[in-house]
């Protein structure tokens, strides 16, 4: 897909948001059960159920999914998808892409071991390696638009207010 391309897909549905500002507000929807065994949760994904239970940190055996790392592979994911719709709208021809994250936990926080220490991922890094001819001044500019326009990014940023409650 190229600039013109992207331009022409998004241009009516920008319209009608410009036009019926509701409309743009979309409810997103995540399910998990209890199905498996141990202490775990499935959850579906478009790829299918995904087991997550405790990573190896806390006293899982790296049998299943660790949603700390799944929470970075969302974050990828929207932050893929986000620098190649930017990059396409700016006309960058990115060849190939790598992108990693990294999030650093204390163990001891969601452990209950210690009250300092907080529950949750620290600072989170992504990196992007990008084979592209693209220069410095361009590069820098994907980035912050990736990272200003990438919705698991901004929620990360600014927390939401969150509710655990009974159904």
Partial sequence: MDAAQLRDLQAPIKQRYRDEPASACVTMHAEATFADPGVTATVQTWAGPARAGLHPSTGG????ACSGDMLLQA???CAGVTMRSVATAMG??????RLTARGDMDAR???GVSKEAPVGLGAITVDAELDTDADDATLTK?????????????TLAQPPHLTVRRA
């Fill in 61 to 64: 055996d790296g049998s299943d």
């Fill in 75 to 77: 974050l990828l994911a």
């Fill in 92 to 97: 960058v021809e990115i060849r190939s892409a």
């Fill in 109 to 111: 926080g969601t452990l």
């Fill in 142 to 154: 994907l980035g912050q638009l990736t990272e200003r326009y990438c919705v698991v990014a901004q």
